[in-house]
């Protein structure tokens, strides 16, 4: 079945994996075959029974259909795609493959060639090889023949075996030694083709056995072409087995040519004839290497039983420690790996650039060599390269056997949440490529969607943009953490629901609340509203709201004694009234003679000066909080952005600006600084109590409605002007309308509904004005009434109402957003690392929900009256939660009672039995509807099982025609073949 085939049945065919080949003599010995189309699939279900999650994605297709009528609008950039830096740069590995070979097809071209840029005549070749030229008609054929014609067919006859020709040719004038362009002489030809007859005769003529016009010698030839005979001839009459090849500055030995070719037979000979297996070329590289790069597994096995072989022996090159093994892995030879395993290769060697032999296999994609490495090298899947990364880290990429090769490094121990030098982890890289199905099974095994690269980007930020669909994992974890069981107790067998907070938790400590709130910073706040979500947010503000609260009266004894400070000393000036008894006492209810308490403080000036020793020990230890604070931040920048935090530094300053220390006396200019400072301070008290999730919904209100107003006074502020000035200009002789600035004042005024009617009854000068100003004065009045009074506000009361109906519907999700990041807030300051450690070790244990790893599990009886530990509507969510998925996960057969659908009879082959534990849904308050719900989703199931079942079918059909086919095209094949 063709592509086109598997792609219109939704079926994704696996690529082949080509591995090398390299040409050779056309006996077929040395040809690497090509590993046949594997079709495998996996059904991958969660073991809650959660809903479908997606393993494997079908292609979809996203965007324009090609062809379709459309151009791209220019509007500016987009945003740049994210980048990872400096990823697998120069992640080539040294490969021993060199082009210093020789195959039939090469020396055949070549001849022929040769004979042709010469002027010589190729029908010559032809009739030596078509056996018309014979021994008889030899002289005849070659009457009148050139030089060049002669001695390209001495060598043309000795490639061909033809040795009856071979001494004719010499005896008509072809030269013993000549060479054509590649440096083959006779004798080179006659060893590759391993023709002992031509061999022996041409030694026997004076050809010597070591001649190397150029590159190779005649032994060389012979270990090419892995003929063996011819190459015990030429040892027995002298070659010498240490001559190397010289080509390019590149030179190999024997054993390197014979591996190259794939020459088992000449490998043992050279072997048994005592050459170094370990021997390095001018590369750094020995036969070993050779053989594992190229995968040649026989001549591997061959050279491994040597005893002197060394299968860990690096590549002695200039910054390159490559062994045997890191080779193999990288092409993916799966058989030399399990040979160098066996034979004592360390899986755990790394190369110049930190990379294991797993790295290189798991970068390229090959499982199975991947698993020999973990099974039988128990190669570290931890182990790290020189940028930190992990095999799980290369393991990531877009072919289809990625998913299995993370999968198999998770189960053998890979940390799923390492990163590497850029703080990238899988799950990054992953998202990146939007690997969908690589993104779940990470999130699955434990990956944490909520760790930042060394810029910030956290993993869920990326899936968000990449691959939200594979969100629904998350979701799917966190209903798999809330269970149903029973009591321990045998005497009270209730219902217990079982809350594991690990998943919220696992990625966290101590900081507890920073994996919700990353999905908050995120825009995925819903999670929010899940019963795990919720109820840990609960138990967590039980434990933390402690420490906000002691902020909360700190803070307000802050203001409280700041607002004591303004009041006596600044706004009744009686430090000032009690310092200079020459000067009049301001007649200030607070400061009257009369006055007990303003008697005290004229006499007393003591008191106001002991309260305002009180308000800097107080604000020194505010400044020290707030210092403290900028090590919540994640930068200095977002600090200083923060307005509560400029708000408090504005009070703090403040409270030094208007002292009377440095004169003794106060001033006028420090009653407006004192009255901003008291009025921020009781509005930033406002706002910190406002982020108490009991008081946070009235606040809120109060900032939307005054965020709405802001809006709505700038769309309307000319309209407001022009009445002011209309005023002006109208009414120029009353007080409200005497300035722009005080007419605009009173225009605010009149619009909240104190409207003054004097001003069209009565004038100032007591003088009528003209009868048509005055008509003027009146429509300019009704105009603003209608317009301003009347429109404008209630459209402001109208969209302050819809704005509050709609955060009362959202009130509860944005109760736990506030709580979220107030927990968050407060853990910043708790758990920053400056505190010492008797007072961190005591946080943990008064501020967190687990202090050990082990106390994460929270087991409530929702169905008990009498449980307060969790509000009702969170346990209630959390038990029909637990409910539908004990429904969803029960098993089709248990051992108290079956129930039998028969109505499935025409949908299956067979009559399907399920089974429902009657006796558990009733100790655990399930209803007997669940029966219906499991007999609806069977239903549903057996719809989509016909659907693959006609797919099948369908496949099947298509299957059976294509053998057909091939076995028709097969049957022609050996027709043609037994004619010729």
Same mark, same amino acid.
């Given at each position: 079945?063709?592509?086109?085939?598997?792609?219109?049945?939704?079926?994704?065919?696996?690529?082949?994996?080509?591995?090398?080949?390299?040409?050779?003599?056309?006996?077929?010995?040395?040809?690497?075959?090509?590993?046949?189309?594997?079709?495998?699939?996996?059904?991958?279900?969660?073991?809650?029974?959660?809903?479908?999650?997606?393993?494997?994605?079908?292609?979809?297709?996203?965007?324009?259909?090609?062809?379709?009528?459309?151009?791209?609008?220019?509007?500016?950039?987009?945003?740049?795609?994210?980048?990872?830096?400096?990823?697998?740069?120069?992640?080539?590995?040294?490969?021993?493959?060199?082009?210093?070979?020789?195959?039939?097809?090469?020396?055949?071209?070549?001849?022929?060639?040769?004979?042709?840029?010469?002027?010589?005549?190729?029908?010559?070749?032809?009739?030596?090889?078509?056996?018309?030229?014979?021994?008889?008609?030899?002289?005849?054929?070659?009457?009148?023949?050139?030089?060049?014609?002669?001695?390209?067919? /001495?060598?043309?006859?000795?490639?061909?075996?033809?040795?009856?020709?071979?001494?004719?040719?010499?005896?008509?004038?072809?030269?013993?030694?000549?060479?054509?362009?590649?440096?083959?002489?006779?004798?080179?030809?006659?060893?590759?083709?391993?023709?002992?007859?031509?061999?022996?005769?041409?030694?026997?003529?004076?050809?010597?056995?070591? $001649?190397?016009? &150029?590159?190779?010698?005649?032994?060389?030839?012979?270990?090419?072409?892995?003929?063996?005979?011819?190459?015990?001839?030429?040892?027995?009459?002298?070659?010498?087995?240490?001559?190397?090849?010289?080509?390019?500055?590149?030179?190999?030995?024997?054993?390197?040519?014979?591996?190259?070719?794939?020459?088992?037979?000449?490998?043992?000979?050279?072997?048994?004839?005592?050459?170094?297996?370990?021997?390095?070329?001018?590369?750094?590289?020995?036969?070993?290497?050779?053989?594992?790069?190229?995968?040649?597994? *026989?001549?591997?096995?061959?050279?491994?039983?040597?005893?002197?072989?060394?299968?860990?022996?690096?590549?002695?090159?200039?910054?390159?420690?490559?062994?045997?093994?890191?080779?193999?892995?990288?092409?993916?030879?799966?058989?030399?790996?399990?040979?160098?395993?066996?034979?004592?290769?360390?899986?755990?060697?790394?190369?110049?650039?930190?990379?294991?032999?797993?790295?290189?296999?798991?970068?390229?994609?090959?499982?199975?060599?991947?698993?020999?490495?973990?099974?039988?090298?128990?190669?570290?899947?931890?182990?790290?390269?020189?940028?930190?990364?992990?095999?799980?880290?290369?393991?990531?990429?877009?072919?289809?056997?990625?998913?299995?090769?993370?999968?198999?490094?998770?189960?053998?121990?890979?940390?799923?949440?390492? &990163?590497?030098?850029?703080?990238?982890?899988?799950?990054?890289?992953?998202?990146?490529?939007?690997?969908?199905?690589?993104?779940?099974?990470?999130?699955?095994?434990?990956?944490?969607?909520?760790?930042?690269?060394?810029?910030?980007?956290?993993?869920?930020?990326?899936?968000?943009?990449?691959?939200?669909?594979?969100?629904?994992?998350?979701?799917?974890?966190?209903?798999?953490?809330?269970?149903?069981?029973?009591?321990?107790?045998?005497?009270?067998?209730?219902?217990?629901?079982?809350?594991?907070?690990?998943?919220?938790?696992?990625?966290?400590?101590?900081?507890?609340?920073?994996?919700?709130?990353?999905? $908050?910073?995120?825009?995925?706040?819903?999670?929010?509203?899940?019963?795990?979500?919720?109820?840990?947010?609960?138990? &967590?503000?039980?434990?933390?709201?402690?420490?906000?609260?002691?902020?909360?009266?700190?803070?307000?004894?802050?203001?409280?004694?700041?607002?004591?400070?303004?009041?006596?000393?600044?706004?009744?000036?009686?430090?000032?009234?009690?310092?200079?008894?020459?000067?009049?006492? *301001?007649? *200030?209810?607070?400061?009257?003679?009369?006055?007990?308490?303003?008697?005290?403080?004229?006499?007393?000036?003591?008191?106001?000066?002991?309260?305002?020793?009180?308000?800097?020990?107080?604000?020194?230890?505010?400044?020290?909080?707030?210092?403290?604070?900028?090590?919540?931040?994640?930068?200095?920048?977002?600090?200083?952005?923060?307005?509560?935090?400029?708000?408090?530094?504005?009070? #703090?300053?403040?409270?030094? $600006?208007?002292?009377?220390?440095?004169?003794?006396?106060?001033?006028?200019?420090?009653?407006?600084?004192?009255?901003?400072?008291?009025?921020?301070?009781?509005?930033?008290?406002?706002?910190?109590?406002?982020?108490?999730?009991?008081?946070?919904?009235?606040?809120?209100?109060?900032?939307?409605?005054?965020?709405? /107003?802001?809006?709505?006074?700038?769309?309307?502020?000319?309209?407001?002007?022009?009445?002011?000035?209309?005023?002006?200009? #109208?009414?120029?002789?009353?007080?409200?309308?005497?300035?722009?600035?005080?007419?605009?004042?009173?225009?605010?005024?009149?619009?909240?509904?104190?409207?003054?009617?004097?001003?069209?009854?009565?004038?100032?000068?007591?003088?009528?004005?003209?009868?048509?100003?005055?008509?003027?004065?009146?429509?300019?009045?009704?105009?603003?009434?209608? /317009?301003?009074? $009347?429109?404008?506000?209630?459209?402001?009361?109208?969209?302050?109402?819809?704005?509050?109906?709609?955060?009362?519907?959202?009130?509860?999700?944005?109760?736990?957003?506030?709580?979220?990041?107030?927990?968050?807030?407060?853990?910043?300051?708790?758990?920053?690392?400056?505190?010492?450690?008797?007072?961190?070790?005591?946080?943990?244990?008064?501020?967190?929900?687990?202090? *050990?790893?082990?106390?994460?599990?929270?087991?409530?009886?929702?169905?008990?009256?009498?449980?307060?530990?969790?509000?009702?509507?969170?346990?209630?969510?959390?038990?029909?939660?637990?409910?539908?998925?004990?429904?969803?996960?029960?098993?089709?057969?248990?051992?108290?009672?079956?129930?039998?659908?028969?109505?499935?009879?025409?949908?299956?082959?067979?009559?399907?039995?399920?089974?429902?534990?009657?006796?558990?849904?009733?100790?655990?308050? /399930?209803?007997?509807?669940?029966?219906?719900?499991?007999?609806?989703?069977?239903?549903?199931?057996?719809?989509?099982?016909?659907?693959?079942?006609?797919?099948?079918?369908?496949?099947?059909?298509?299957?059976?025609?294509?053998?057909?086919?091939?076995?028709?095209?097969?049957?022609?094949?050996?027709?043609?073949?037994?004619?010729?």
């Amino acid at each position: 079945m063709d592509n086109f085939a598997f792609e219109k049945e939704g079926i994704k065919p696996l690529p082949r994996r080509v591995t090398r080949v390299v040409s050779m003599a056309d006996n077929g010995r040395s040809n690497q075959t090509i590993s046949p189309l594997k079709l495998s699939s996996r059904f991958k279900t969660l073991s809650n029974g959660m809903g479908n999650v997606r393993w494997r994605n079908d292609p979809e297709t996203l965007g324009p259909q090609p062809g379709a009528d459309f151009e791209y609008m220019q509007v500016g950039p987009s945003p740049p795609a994210e980048s990872v830096p400096n990823l697998y740069d120069s992640y080539e590995e040294t490969s021993t493959d060199a082009t210093t070979f020789i195959c039939n097809d090469i020396i055949r071209v070549s001849l022929m060639e040769q004979l042709r840029n010469a002027g010589g005549r190729t029908v010559l070749l032809e009739n030596i090889e078509s056996k018309l030229t014979t021994a008889e008609n030899l002289r005849d054929v070659y009457d009148g023949a050139t030089n060049i014609e002669k001695n390209i067919s /001495f060598l043309w006859t000795a490639f061909l075996k033809r040795s009856d020709l071979l001494e004719k040719l010499i005896d008509d004038g072809a030269e013993l030694m000549y060479f054509d362009n590649s440096g083959f002489t006779a004798l080179h030809l006659a060893a590759y083709s391993g023709c002992a007859e031509c061999t022996n005769l041409l030694i026997q003529k004076g050809v010597e056995v070591n $001649v190397q016009p &150029k590159c190779f010698t005649p032994l060389h030839c012979a270990a090419f072409g892995n003929a063996k005979e011819t190459a015990k001839i030429l040892i027995n009459n002298g070659a010498n087995l240490n001559t190397l090849t010289k080509k390019l500055n590149y030179e190999e030995s024997l054993l390197h040519c014979a591996v190259r070719s794939n020459a088992l037979d000449c490998v043992k000979l050279f072997i048994a004839e005592g050459m170094d297996v370990n021997l390095l070329d001018n590369n750094g590289s020995n036969s070993i290497h050779l053989a594992s790069d190229l995968g040649h597994a *026989q001549c591997l096995q061959a050279l491994l039983e040597c005893p002197t072989a060394d299968p860990n022996l690096r590549i002695q090159q200039k910054d390159k420690e490559t062994t045997a093994l890191h080779l193999a892995a990288d092409e993916g030879n799966v058989e030399c790996i399990t040979l160098l395993l066996a034979k004592g290769a360390d899986a755990r060697i790394k190369n110049h650039r930190g990379f294991s032999a797993l790295h290189l296999a798991a970068r390229g994609a090959s499982l199975e060599c991947v698993e020999a490495l973990l099974r039988i090298g128990n190669a570290d899947p931890n182990a790290e390269d020189g940028d930190h990364r992990t095999a799980l880290h290369t393991a990531v990429g877009k072919a289809d056997t990625a998913f299995d090769i993370l999968e198999l490094l998770i189960l053998w121990g890979a940390n799923v949440n390492h &990163k590497d030098v850029y703080g990238f982890t899988a799950l990054h890289l992953a998202a990146l490529d939007g690997l969908a199905q690589c993104v779940e099974m990470l999130l699955f095994h434990g990956a944490d969607v909520t760790t930042k690269t060394k810029k910030g980007t956290s993993a869920l930020n990326i899936i968000m943009r990449k691959t939200p669909a594979s969100l629904a994992m998350i979701s799917h974890k966190l209903d798999a953490a809330i269970s149903l069981t029973h009591s321990q107790e045998h005497s009270n067998r209730e219902v217990e629901l079982e809350l594991d907070f690990r998943s919220i938790l696992q990625h966290c400590h101590p900081r507890e609340i920073s994996y919700l709130n990353t999905f $908050v910073d995120e825009g995925q706040k819903e999670i929010l509203q899940h019963p795990l979500c919720s109820a840990f947010l609960y138990i &967590k503000w039980g434990k933390i709201r402690k420490y906000y609260i002691a902020r909360l009266l700190f803070c307000f004894t802050f203001v409280l004694f700041l607002t004591l400070y303004v009041l006596t000393a600044l706004a009744h000036n009686c430090y000032n009234g009690s310092k200079d008894m020459k000067e009049t006492i *301001q007649e *200030q209810e607070l400061c009257q003679k009369q006055s007990i308490l303003g008697d005290m403080l004229r006499n007393n000036p003591f008191v106001m000066e002991m309260q305002w020793m009180v308000l800097v020990a107080i604000t020194v230890v505010e400044i020290c909080r707030k210092i403290y604070g900028i090590t919540g931040y994640t930068s200095f920048r977002h600090y200083v952005t923060q307005a509560e935090n400029a708000i408090e530094w504005f009070i #703090i300053i403040s409270v030094f $600006v208007i002292s009377y220390i440095y004169t003794k006396r106060t001033y006028t200019w420090q009653n407006h600084i004192g009255a901003f400072a008291v009025l921020l301070g009781w509005t930033n008290l406002m706002l910190m109590i406002g982020q108490l999730p009991v008081f946070g919904a009235y606040v809120a209100m109060y900032r939307k409605v005054q965020v709405e /107003f802001a809006k709505l006074f700038m769309a309307y502020s000319c309209m407001l002007i022009g009445f002011t000035i209309s005023f002006c200009v #109208i009414f120029p002789s009353s007080s409200s309308f005497a300035n722009p600035f005080m007419g605009f004042i009173t225009v605010l005024v009149m619009m909240t509904g104190e409207q003054d009617l004097d001003l069209l009854i009565n004038d100032p000068d007591g003088k009528d004005p003209p009868f048509l100003l005055e008509i003027s004065a009146q429509i300019t009045f009704v105009l603003f009434l209608l /317009f301003v009074t $009347v429109i404008l506000m209630n459209l402001l009361i109208g969209i302050a109402v819809h704005d509050i109906q709609g955060l009362k519907k959202t009130a509860g999700l944005s109760k736990l957003v506030r709580q979220t990041k107030l927990i968050s807030y407060i853990e910043s300051a708790l758990f920053n690392g400056w505190l010492p450690n008797w007072l961190r070790s005591l946080l943990h244990y008064t501020a967190l929900v687990s202090p *050990q790893a082990y106390r994460v599990v929270l087991s409530v009886k929702p169905l008990n009256p009498g449980e307060k530990r969790l509000p009702r509507d969170i346990m209630m969510a959390a038990y029909e939660v637990a409910k539908q998925k004990k429904h969803v996960s029960h098993t089709v057969s248990n051992r108290n009672s079956t129930v039998t659908f028969l109505n499935y009879k025409n949908k299956f082959d067979s009559i399907g039995v399920f089974a429902v534990d009657r006796s558990r849904d009733s100790d655990n308050g /399930f209803e007997n509807a669940s029966i219906c719900t499991l007999a609806a989703k069977i239903d549903e199931n057996a719809e989509k099982m016909d659907s693959l079942k006609n797919e099948i079918h369908e496949l099947k059909a298509m299957l059976l025609e294509n053998q057909r086919v091939l076995e028709k095209l097969c049957s022609s094949l050996q027709e043609r073949k037994s004619c010729n």
